[in-house]
């Protein structure tokens, strides 16, 4: 105890000097999106700058704050100044910003974004004043963009660890009792209230228990885990001290997927870190608790993320689900009690035995304590990872954080590919596990698609079920042959070819697989047909009477056309066509043969981007099919 | 020269769980699995061929044959696919004269489709070899092929 | 075993009492409960995957299988309501949109069931009478009483070509479910892992690695997973188009010592088909190759001996049995006992071996006798004969903790063995084999040793050297022997119950004695279990019955005395004879040149010598009696046909030329009279017991029997792939068998280039 306590004194007191800082800082976010979006070349141009101007600045890489639409972020702090963020850099303004800030001392106030002091500095908002921000309630990601996720002792500094000194106080017990009393419910989707699966593990017999971090993110559009872990990574592996201490297991396993590699990398070292510091292995803080973590990567199958599969995917077998019960926690790893957590639940942990239930219990709502982190993505003006109250309606994550929709709102998907495709009407639905459930959707693990009215319904739909259906491990009936009938009959109406009793067959098959599937993955695969059939059947009803998509997407359903009065025959279109359908000599008007059109869309973009007169080619569908 | 098998083996305990991180590391070293690395991981593992075979072709991340110079990846995931993903996909197909999953035939390029590379914001997007490559057109992705021989 | 406290509770409203850790289906079938099921199979772990199964559960959501949810105290079950019976069908139908479903759904279909009248107007694979399973699918029997009467979706038809380019059975994966049952079953059941699902999803398949034959890929072709298999996915070349059997009738199978149990597939009074029985208690349903597809073939062959024939200058005549009696009997009459050599086949049955030797001593005044097994041994027979009558039984491998198995593979025999070995190894016994060539063991061992069998004598000195060590230390030649020897024999030293498989290849291996010496000191010193696998079915039921020169009926039995001398008479196996009787054998490589040759056996041997009087003789699935396997029980063997042709037992046949003869009072007229007679002669030989047990017997001269320098080398049969029945190949009869040892022949001579 006193080794940790003066370690915790002694991070104490390097954070103090990092944020009196003498010498200045430069912060740039490099999570893996900073690094698509170009964190590394801005690291590279950083340094020749101090190395061409001759001057000392330390630079930290920190992990991912979450608007990723201002990526990459690049953060400067001058000593006795507030940290000064600039959005959307680019090589280009470097030398600008860096100049002015740097060599200057004076913020370059047109490219900065907000500060991170206590009021506004030269005209400069708070950055969580800016109104993607300010609604959000940061606790899981409190120190997400903030430390450096490499720096064990950053994480310490801002009170990490302190859970865990706090539960390991506690009986084991008492810690189930504190998680209960919390109120948390497993962010992985379901809402399986915590100490439930706890208690039962806790008191099923067996020697060797186990407890799984389940990190294999495989919704497409969702990156809330992938952030955390690239963030802060200390905050995962403290929970999972904490559930590993209550539930009685010495063994943990973080599953997360071979995609992440840069989060695999930052667990390997945080592990390496608290083995340095006594956070791992025989005795714990001088405590009768010993706990030790192995990291496996998951290899590529979606449906890993369904615990038994993922049990299997780790004891080297198919990731073929089983039926429960028995459920894990009374038989799950080698046949051992085992417990399977979200990051994000595990994650949640350490700042419910940090601060108490009472305080957790705060945010959130009766029986949906807590908040969530989701990924804000489609079609939405501000996409990035945000984290709320459960409880806040759609409408304020959608246009207070999110900004809006680009052209005009028309669904909102929740929970992924598992999820369900919610209309205009749901807008000021709260947020909550029942609430979803009631509208025939789900939670999930976190991801929200928004949609406007550039896309089709009935094409998202086929998407998330061809997903599934690719998806599908292929054990039991319904959903390996349900989903593929399914798609089928999708398939069927995007070429405009369905029938109203296509419809029908859809429901009685949505319907079949979600009773019969297996596992998760299967019952929950029909629900985006299962919403949207409900919610947007007009759109369905079009494309199959009227053989029209409103989105002009689907392309059997859509023709290109020239507009004579526009085009002015510039030739852009005739030399990129691929299959010689546009022909016409210079200077006139061109020709559009249909019939030899493969929809590439090849003119439709050079005519936006590069063609003399633009938008001269344009996409429609057929008001109504002859 | 890659890493022997026998010495990737070494590294790991002669248990059925290592099967996963033993194919990891040995693609990771040769780029695919082949008959022969099976044999040996049978034996190794003691797991019959054919169920290592089953078990790693359940998994997207394996392939059984050598890869092609430079590997193509196009996002599918949903944003990407809301702005043309497929198209891009399509294209490559037809152009490569290829399907999805297999390797042109002088060994040049693998196409593959990915659910998700986690930049949503910049979709669509297409990876090759390590860059992605961000707001891709059938046009620029045609300029982007010719600078990987 | 404690009895189990039974459990009560509810399905559909009706309280019952249950055994507890069985699953809600099991617990519904034992109390007469039909829940509709296609995956789930007794002896197999459960899978849930056919979904139609599902019940209802007070307190557990949706519907959950009853194949994978365990029975508790007080739960409530319901099995039929109308929901569930309606998502049946729903599933049901989705089940069948991947399998042709012509046959279910068909507007002829009640008339097609009962005149068998319908054209067969549909191709092969999807037609109704083409599939090789009907009137034995089990989807035929669900759909039934699932009571679906029409679908609605569109049939994928997967377009998969028929896999028949294996030996004995034929795949047509058009027709398969994905129910996992033949996976299973290989796996868990016969530890074998031939069969795997490969792909996922829709894609999902079933078969070997890298689109390798099951030859290829090991397979052992044991044929588990066609009998499991509910369509007609996997189906037995042989007896695919029989449909269902007459009747069935359990045996013993007689190819090898093993004593496997075997259900014989009767149909217009010939065996069609044999299936395993999973709950005998000597193999566990865990046949070979051989006994679940060699049989139809080789009692069906159009080779067989079918009247008897005498050679003539323009070749064989046909002759009737009287005629064949008179020229038998006149043949042997007319020499002296001393120019007489009979050969009688340790695959006999006790019934026969008991007349032979009487047959023998009585009527032909003892002339000499000879065998295969003494034939092979030559001078190491006693040393064999010390680790052969003392076998434990194979339930010793169920608790063993260490097993080194020696020149032994049991891919195409001795199965039960073999599989006990692996299973001991996959629950955590540690396994070594030491052999010339890879085993089939050699997956799941610890280490395997590969060498040449003159030097496996000197490893099993090293071995027991370090094991005497703990594998502590240096050893001497344990660099010879790289690899962990030291390792594993350490491993070893901890545990008390170990046992040794020795595999024929030791019984065929030059310096063989060498290895039987050591063996034995693995025994006597260190107290281990020996375990033999020999193809001389009943040598024990040979030595029992005294169908052996030098052995009394009886006198090896346990009677009292510790033990006795035993001296073999000596012989010269080489030396010219002017006639030879061969009762049931066929290797005409261990008979020397005779005048006279009678051969008394149902196949001919491929050989340049034509016997001079051909006796034909019916095979084991034809007559009844006993036989005795290498753990020393007496198993029965039933009729399950009658004869084929004109042959007749062995016994039979002896008494008759007996009574020709007017020698001996033969006054056998049926099986029982001859068994009443061996209760009389052999008051050791308790049937009732089923077990028989030797002295010790002390030979004398140290059981050299070859007269002077003589010397036999047989020819080398390393394994159970060259295995023979009554001296004939297998391959010579059996196609399937002929492709196997084939493969086995090339792949071993790769693998020594490899090497």
Redesign the interface.
Known sequence: MNKINKKISLAKKKWKDLEDNTEPIIYVGAASCGRAAGALELLDGIDQFLVENKVFARVIQVGCIGPCYLEPLVDIKLPEQPRVSYNNVNVKMLPAILKSHLLQGVPHTKLALGNFGNESFYDIPRFFDLPMLKPQVRIVLRNCGFVDPEDIDQYLALDGYRGLINALKMSPEDVIGVVRQAGLRGRGGAGFPTFKKWTVCRNSPGEQKYLICNADEGDPGAFMNRSLIESDPHALLEGMLIAGYAIGASKGIIYIRAEYPLAIERLKKAIGQMREYGLLGNKILDSDFSFDVKIKEGAG?FVCGEETALIGSIEGK?G?P??R??FPAISGLYGCPTIINNVETLGTLPNILRNGAEWYTKFGKEGNRGTKTFSLVGKVRRPGLIEVQLGTPLREIIFDIGGGVQKNFKAIQTGGPSGGCLSEEFLDLPVDYESLASVGSIMGSGGLIIMDDDTCIVDVARYFLDFT??????????C???T??MV?LLDKITHGDGTPEDLM?LR?LGD?IK????CGLG?TAPNPVLTTLRYFRNEYLEHIKDGRCRATVCKDLIEYRVIKEKCTGCQSCVRVCPTGAISGPRSEPHNLDPTKCIKCRSCYEVCRFEAIAGDAIVIRSAEKRT | MPEPIESILAKHDRKQEELIPVLQDIQKEYGYIS?ES?KKI??YL??????????S??YAQFR?TEPGRHSLKVCLGTACHVRGGATLLEMLERSLGIHCGETTSDKRFDLERVACLGCCALSPVVQIDKEIYSRMTVNKLTEHLKDYE | MTKEKKISITIDNKQVEVRPNITILQAARDNNVYIPSLCALEHLP??????LC?VEVDG?R????SC???VEAGMVVRTDTAEIRG?RQ??LK??L??HPASCLFCDEHDECKKFMGTIRKVGVITGCRYCPNDARCEIQEIVDKVGLTET???V?YRGFPVEKNDPFYDRDYNLC??C?RCIRVC?SIRF?????????????TI????DRTHLE??CEFCGACVSVCPTGALSTKTSKWYGIADAQVGTTCTFCSVGCRLLLQVKNDEVIDVLPDYDDTVDQGLICVKGRFAIPEYVNSPQRNTTPQKLTPVGYEVITWDQAFDLAAEKLSGVKPDDILVVISPQLSNEDLFVAQRFVRQVLGSPPMMSSVLFDLGNDISSFFDLVLYTSTYDSLETAQGILSVGFDSTYGYTPIGIAAKRA?QRGAVLVTLGSCDSNL????EASFKMEPSRWAGFLDVFTDSLARKGKGKSRGTKEFAGNLNEVTEALSGSSANVLIMGPEVIFSYRRNEVFERIKVLRDRLGWKIIVAHPYTNLIGMLAMGAFPGVKPGELLQNGSKSIKLGLPSLDPTKRKKLVYLVGEGRFDIIPDCDYLIYQNAIMPSSWRQPDLILPTSLFPESPGTTINVERRILTLEKATGQYMDSRADWWIMTRIADRMKKGKFKYKDINSIQNEIKKQIPNFKASKKKVDFVKIDFKNGGKWLKGSTKVEPESLPSATYSSYRGIPLAQVVGGMKIIEDWDRSSSFSDKEAQ
């Open positions: 199958a198919r073929m089983r039926s019960p028995p259906q690719k998806e599908s491990c292929g054990k039991c009936v319904p390996r042959v349900g593929r009938h089928e067959a009685t079949t009773r019969g599937a297996l019952q | 008959p099976v049978s034996r003691r797991i019959s061929e054919n169920q290592i075979y089953g078990v072709s359940f059984f | 459960s899978y849930g995957a056919c979904r599902i557990l949706g519907f959950p299988t994978t949810t365990p998502l729903e599933i989705l089940l949109s991947e609605s979706y569109p994928y479910i994905l996992g796996n074998n892992g031939t069969l795997a699902f490969k792909q996922r999803g829709k894609l999902t078969g070997p690695a890298f890929a090991g190894a050699d997956m799941l061992s």
